[in-house]
């Protein structure tokens, strides 16, 4: 069994991540290739002790990419978008400023 640490890699933060922490509270981490939703769960509540509502799992393919003649591919990334229970959240930067 792996680790909590080595289940959740890290927090995705866009625009789009962003867009749901604020409408539906939902956070999206980063999530190690074989984690499953049980794994993901169990992680969420050993590192932030909340016990997720639902997680979806997303497996996001390699995109190709262009340099001029150069062709390469980015990295396949597997993303798990976990729901909080209503009044809980996960602070992803210092409030330190609020």
Same mark, same amino acid.
């Given at each position: 069994m792996m680790n909590a640490r080595d289940v959740i890699i890290r927090p995705i933060v866009t625009e789009k991540s962003m867009k749901l922490n604020d409408q539906d509270n939902k956070i999206t981490f980063e999530v190690a290739k074989g984690a499953n939703k049980t794994q993901v769960a169990m992680a969420v509540k050993e590192i932030y002790n909340i016990t997720p509502v639902k997680v979806n799992i997303v497996n996001v393919r390699p995109k190709t990419k262009r340099m001029g003649r150069y062709v390469? %591919?980015?990295?396949? #990334?597997? %993303?798990?978008? #976990? %729901?909080l229970p209503e009044g809980q959240d996960i602070s992803l930067f210092n409030d330190e400023n609020k």
């Amino acid at each position: 069994m792996m680790n909590a640490r080595d289940v959740i890699i890290r927090p995705i933060v866009t625009e789009k991540s962003m867009k749901l922490n604020d409408q539906d509270n939902k956070i999206t981490f980063e999530v190690a290739k074989g984690a499953n939703k049980t794994q993901v769960a169990m992680a969420v509540k050993e590192i932030y002790n909340i016990t997720p509502v639902k997680v979806n799992i997303v497996n996001v393919r390699p995109k190709t990419k262009r340099m001029g003649r150069y062709v390469g %591919k980015t990295n396949a #990334v597997r %993303k798990a978008i #976990v %729901k909080l229970p209503e009044g809980q959240d996960i602070s992803l930067f210092n409030d330190e400023n609020k």
